[in-house]
């Protein structure tokens, strides 16, 4: 199946305010500011995927943001050090946005639902684990990058986890969400069955390791099609976020 990519470069409405949470070039979040619904609701924090590489950034998560402002959330795209052979430079980051950009941005009830993709849903299921929120009400993983080791496996985008980890997926087990302790919140995972660039099995594989996570594979979608608003299967993706969040 041929992978629909335009989301990657759409333009999309801009954030409201950019926010900072440490002192790095890339310690930044971007911010929508939802409307009344949205004070009653989580704020939304995404992170974006990208296999961990330092040529991906948030840019490309602007539609899907903006598209989730519109149907009623306050929403935070956070940045984070995307260093080959540093992965724990990447979860500091990831730690640290996630305990200070919810009180940096106003707008929701207090509570946080974390939404990645790719290897953002990777960053995000670990995050469930090692490093929730505060109040974290949920975890909506996208085509995520669930189990490492299979992924280095199925070299993954020609070897992105073992770029990522600077070594074997079998030596950094705390970083991978498969073996990690079951998240104390509700987890979901949305996956394309068409997926060619992270496929479904990934998701299965955590969903068999993880019996108390959710996985809701959506017919005839590729990896981009659970974060384009445009897609087939974007009404899948905000129905899950609202079972989280409402």
Not at 238 to 246: H, N, T, V, W
């Amino acid at each position: 199946m041929t992978e629909d990519r335009s989301v990657l470069t759409r333009e999309a409405a801009a954030p409201d305010l950019a926010l900072r949470y440490g002192p790095r070039v890339e310690h930044v979040a971007d911010g929508w500011r939802g409307d009344a619904r949205a004070a009653r609701r989580p704020l939304v924090v995404i992170v974006h995927g990208g296999f961990w590489r330092p040529e991906y950034d948030r840019a490309h998560t602007h539609p899907m943001a903006a598209a989730i402002r519109d149907a009623g959330w306050t929403v935070a795209s956070i940045e984070y050090r995307r260093v080959p052979g540093d992965p724990d430079a990447t979860v500091r980051d990831v730690t640290e946005a996630l305990a200070v950009v919810p009180g940096e941005l106003g707008g929701h009830d207090g509570r946080v639902v974390t939404v990645g993709h790719s290897a953002g849903g990777h960053l995000v299921l670990w995050a469930a684990i090692a490093a929730p929120a505060p109040q974290q009400a949920g975890t909506l993983a996208l085509a995520p990058v669930a189990d490492l080791r299979l992924a280095q496996r199925l070299e993954l985008d020609g070897g992105a986890v073992v770029d990522f980890l600077g070594a074997d997926a079998s030596t950094r087990e705390d970083l991978d969400p498969v073996r990690l302790p079951a998240p104390p919140g509700p987890t979901v995972l949305v996956h394309g069955v068409s997926d060619e660039i992270v496929p479904i099995t990934v998701a299965e594989s955590y969903a068999v390791g993880q019996p108390g996570s959710r996985l809701v594979a959506v017919p005839g979608a590729a990896h981009f099609a659970v974060i384009d608003p445009l897609s087939a299967a974007w009404p899948t993706v905000l129905a899950e976020l609202s079972r989280l969040g409402d």
